[in-house]
């Protein structure tokens, strides 16, 4: 990780136990069916995305949240400490507040997340 990141944990002075991640409407049913993975199913390997963005905060609809792509309309509320619990490595840029993962290695819930 660079140096910038610091890990984050429930130790970290700015842990919060949920966190926020902004994408768009039409993928909820692959969310909800697979869970959220980087780069999402459909992109080949060599063009999907290496990290998870999470926000700490959502502002209002007119303000640019750090860590939200641009145009999101569905927002996940994610459970940082049970990530953490499962052995997800959660870092987070302090001077933005934006948290970053690979997510987790493998998924009991699809097959293609190995």
Known sequence: MSLYR????????????????????IHADSLRNVGLICGG??????TKRSEIHMAKRIVSASGKTPG??????????????????DGINLFISEEIQVVFTRGAAVSS???SVR
């Open 68 to 85: 939200v792509k641009k145009g999101s309309n569905l927002f996940i509320v994610l459970d940082a400490h049970r990530m953490h619990l």
């Open 41 to 46: 199913l459909a992109r080949t390997e060599s």
């Open 109 to 111: 819930k699809h097959p």
């Open 6 to 25: 610091k890990e984050f944990t429930p130790d970290h002075p700015l842990w919060q136990p949920w966190l926020y991640h902004g994408t768009l409407q």
